[in-house]
């Protein structure tokens, strides 16, 4: 029997992408759903914005919700255990809690909950034992739900390929420059006179977001990864994929084909939406290249690419030592294919 | 009375450049052009390839030249003393020296000779008294003339910001990111493919070029500057314009409003193509951004703006401790621009 | 001594365009600016907008206008005889009417009052004579001031060149499809996820104000011109400049050379914003380009190109007989530009 | 059992959408693949171009077609019945006319036979009937293969449109103007720098395909149909799909809403490649939208759409009384995969 699920902010770029990608899954079944167009069906609520705010959608809203009536957050159905929110920033933080408290179990790639202490912010790939928080923030709170978090896109998208480079070898310092799609910036979102023939070297936010998430995400459930990081992220012409230029000072030396063997071998979940090979190395000079590499990453599911981060150029060079390329699509594993893997664990190990 | 000149690889990108930012000039005047249609007008030669390889040109040919000839590199006329020379890489080499050996001073944007011991790498706010080398140049390769080169683009827009830092601060390490515009592939260059709605990490070269240009021009005439640097250049969706992210570990400590101060009042060489200011400090969080910022800086020529580089989000991090965005234009300030500000200050010192 | 003006709607796209257009104008003064930000000054007010709605703006608001302080519409001074009123539609239509009832001109590009019968609906070098409605708009309303409109931008490209061939053919039909850029959608306005690798074929409203626009400024002044006309008007993706294919059926047989040649001598108003030629033809098979042709069109202001329209490929056909391309700059000669150039006419007129 | 086929040109943009949509068909097997490159595998020949042409490719060439070996054209095994030609213009002729001889059938994709009398030219939900031209080509030229070829992109996409009006209600005249996608232009193709904000308005050869080609199809087997059609043919900064803006002139009065109706109806092949519905027709005021819709079109096969064409904003107008867009995937619909549905009508009419 499929476990229940529930989808909040359905009809944004977030949701959206929930939608297609919960279609037809052998676990999921979509049975509650959430926005502001309370009493309309999806296909009324979403109708003409469908497909606009990324990449990769059918020229169609899929039958299985165009009829779903939208209701309120608040009035999702009790037995529903599992919550996929897609909500805004600041709405979502109280809204994700009340439920919570009422024996859901959100997973949410909202900002607001991610640094609490007792919040696991997950890439279910690097670490998934960070779920033990689940009964800390429990016993805390005096919840019967949960929260846990996806973390922001860009920092996903490096913070995968850096858990070989620490676990092996120990990391000291990080910068990194992006390169990030406009459809992160949700839709309507980046206005076209901004982004036409032109970069805006700055996402609000942002930058803030890879130096802490990053070392929660790579430290120890109790304590938060010691590197230092400073970053630029940038907004480029692209509609789907960050690409970030990532160098890392290690502690101990990493020679670049051994940092290649490790990321090629990085294992996978065995999950139905989570990719075989979570790191693809590609050995060319060119790549990754963001439109020809953001879709790659094949998993159970046989519709959807875009799971895998694509690394490329990875070499020694004179300053850190190390620096390579990665790339992933925003809004599949930098959005609600991460929080689908992450419900996908949860239901693996028992929590739903 | 004015200087003559000649304009070598006269209908390509960088060419039309010099082209049209020699119309007017007060004090040099083309008196030749080269160029592979021997025998034709440069409306002939030119023609429909007019304006399309980079930005802001008039949609016709500039009437001064347009009945002028196409001649051969090695027929232009002795009387001439300054050569400007947009010859594609690996062609340019031979050509330059033999011209130079004939006696003229040969203003070079190729790489060819770049990085020879004797050869001027100039720009011009930067390292004026490189300019020395041709003395030398002169005495060890018994010319009458010389050649000095301008830097590549990418180098040159961070070489200018850089001069203020390492002379108060001293530098240790660079790491630079690059969004590069296609203007900078030539024309018809990158394809339209290979760039719309993505990025391409590489571009052949380049990062060597970042690396050991930019020490050679920074260090002194007898030895490079002794930083460790690192660059990944990238191509983006751009039409002119290079904006660049810096990484800057300093000696001493450099407090970003210091740094931001020193840039801002860092001088302008007076010459005519040359800026009053050629470092412009923006203080909004989001610039320098490409399509705004490129076109930026006011010298005495009131019709070409383009020659100011834009640096913005000055800031001390905690990883290098400085970092800042740069921005040029890639084919003016980095491109026949910088090369006239070399000619003009050739001129200004005698040289011709 | 200068006229003085006053420009409403100041801080938008169409108010950017005047600022610069008026900036150093020889016959005209800025003397008063209005918007919202009631209070700032226009530095403060457009700040962090300013030059992004179109191109070709120089990265910092003019010295001039820059400490004015933007007061409300209805406070002008009466002594300003000119108003250039950039108000968005709708907003534009009561305010526009109170300015002319106490006496100012007002030169508009808004819609609201277009399609009144009395009020002049003006391309200067298409129908100056409609000019004599402000008499007959007086007297009907009891004005002292008076409304004068400038068309649509897409009907202002397309009925230059129709001029000279309504004139010397007659026409029956006129079929169009245009390709506009996005800076006609105002700022922010266009999503860039809604243009980017796409064309959005639909433009609310454009395609009626094509039909009836047109032929009242191509009709007499108590007349619409009588021909039949039908146009798709679609989304591109350009920053400016609108590219229109246009087929007519001419009463009499229009030989292309001929068509050709009466372009060519189309006569300019002699104005000091208004173009020589006020239509370009070029030759070449590909012309034009909407990003190489757009600026076209010199005059008496050295600084301002974008106030020709470009025509060109135009060839008898086997369906109408008669097609042409025609392309101008949507938020100059389509925006700005025109209503300046109108009020430049009112002034040689001695309306004001 | 499956049918043997080869594909010719197989390292280009055509070639390769042959590989990705016979990949895993049910009736045809790719055993021979012909190329420059002779003797490499397909990986080594196409390797750093796969993908690059067009959208929508995998990120690596199939495993099923990576090791096979490049021949040269002539040395496809006799046996293999059926070959696709993705061989460019000029090239294609004489060695389509030599395989042709050999006994093959050649389904061709170049310009160089389409217009040859007794060549069959088919959009296979158009004019499959056509195919009869392959008795009367064999008697004329003795051979015992045929060649039949695919139209021009643009042409099929506004052909199929058209057939249901032309059925119902006779057409006398017909203006189109297209909006053409960049990988029309093949791969490197379009210059970056002549598409960036840009629109050429030019295609070589296309307007007179557009008017020729589409009479033939629609035409009878021994006349081509006999309205009188104009065109312009425009590059717009689109990857993949052309739309188009079509006026039609009918003989009898046709109603927009009776139009609808019959482009709905219109039935498809029932063919593996071939969608469902060939005519999709949208209701929505701003569709069809070039991203939005290039890649609909169900069929049998799952993975791949585009095969559909997308008709919207039918309306009568007052100049012809009828017109409508139409939207189709140029690569797809109007490439490689119309070939293939070609090669699927002759699989099941038993010519191969």
Redesign the interface.
């Known amino acids: 029997m499929k476990v229940k699920v529930a989808i909040l902010g359905v009809c944004g770029v977030l949701g959206q992408r929930f939608v297609q990608m919960l279609n037809g899954h052998p676990r999921f079944e979509v049975s509650s759903i959430s926005d502001l167009y309370l009493g309309k069906t999806y296909l009324e609520a979403t109708g003409?914005k469908w497909?606009?705010?990324?990449?990769g959608?059918?020229?169609n809203v899929p039958d299985y919700i165009s009829d779903m009536e939208i209701c309120s957050a608040t009035d999702i159905d009790r037995d529903i255990p599992l919550v996929f929110s897609g909500l805004p920033p600041n709405v979502a933080g109280p809204i994700e809690s009340e439920l919570a408290k009422r024996g859901h179990i959100v997973v949410s790639k909202a900002k607001d909950h991610r640094l609490e202490e007792d919040v696991p912010l997950i890439v279910p790939e690097v670490n998934p034992e960070h779920l033990d928080l689940i009964e800390r923030q429990r016993k805390k709170r005096s919840w019967d739900g949960a929260i846990v978090c996806a973390p922001n896109c860009t920092t996903s998208i490096f913070s995968l390929p850096l858990k070989p480079v620490i676990d092996n070898f120990g990391v000291e310092?990080?910068?990194v420059?992006t390169?990030q799609a406009?459809?992160g910036g949700g839709?309507?979102?980046?206005?076209?006179?901004?982004?036409?023939?032109?970069?805006?070297?700055?996402i609000g936010g942002e930058e803030e977001k890879t130096?802490v998430e990053s070392k929660k995400i790579l430290g120890s459930i109790d304590k938060p990864a010691e590197y230092?990081?400073?970053s630029?992220c940038?907004r480029?012409?692209?509609?789907d994929g960050h690409?970030e230029?990532v160098?890392v000072k290690t502690n101990k030396e990493a020679d670049a084909e051994k940092v290649k063997r490790l990321m090629k071998d990085f294992p996978g979940t065995g999950l139905y939406t989570g990719p075989v090979r979570p790191i693809?190395v590609r050995d060319?000079?060119?790549?990754?290249?963001?439109?020809?590499?953001r879709?790659?990453g094949e998993g159970k599911n046989p519709y959807i690419?875009g799971m895998s981060v694509?690394v490329?150029?990875i070499r020694n060079?004179?300053?850190?030592g190390l620096?390579f390329?990665s790339l992933g699509h925003n809004t599949v594993r930098g959005g609600a294919g991460e929080a689908i893997l992450i419900g996908e664990l949860l239901d693996r190990e028992d929590y739903v």
């Open positions: 003409n497909g606009k705010g990324s990449g959608f059918d020229e310092n990080v910068i420059t390169m406009i459809s839709y309507p979102g980046v206005p076209s006179l901004d982004i036409t023939d032109n970069v805006v070297p700055y130096r230092r990081l400073a630029y940038c480029v012409h692209t509609i690409l230029c160098f693809i060319e000079i060119d790549r990754p290249q963001t439109r020809l590499d879709l790659a690419g694509t490329g150029r060079d004179e300053v850190f620096s390329l």
